[in-house]
């Protein structure tokens, strides 16, 4: 079994100013420990999270023995947010959420089902 980290980030950049000034904000992080990671639910959830943004984004992963890391930015091109910039940080925010909280509960499951036996 393994552990994974994740970290959700927001960038937002101005690409009108000679510095290409940019802010980057930590916005969530979670965590599950002694779950059975596999690619597929790594592309599931950097699906989701496609989905509800569009594009500009960067999902890393990285693995170390049985560690998961995985980082995600969201990247927007002005430094202050539209209404519906806010509304899709909102939506990831919410698809990362249910993501974590459905494996949560799957990982509770099977922990009861070895009980059980």
């Not at 779950?35 to 699906?47: A, K, S, Y």
Request: glycine share 2%; charged share 25%; aromatic share 14%.
């Amino acid at each position: 079994m393994s552990n994974l980290y994740f970290e959700l980030y927001l960038e937002k950049m101005d690409w009108n100013t000679d510095d290409y000034k940019n802010d980057i904000t930590h916005l969530k992080s979670y965590e599950i420990e002694n779950v059975l990671v596999t690619d597929g639910e790594i592309n599931d959830l950097h699906m989701e999270i496609i989905q509800a943004k569009g594009d500009w984004l960067n999902f890393n992963t990285n693995v170390v023995g049985d560690k998961y890391y995985i980082q995600t930015t969201l990247i927007f091109h002005e430094m202050n947010l539209s209404e519906d910039n806010k509304q899709i940080i909102n939506k990831v925010i919410k698809k990362c959420e249910l993501f974590f909280r459905i494996w949560s509960i799957w990982i509770q499951q099977q922990a009861t089902i070895t009980l059980k036996y």
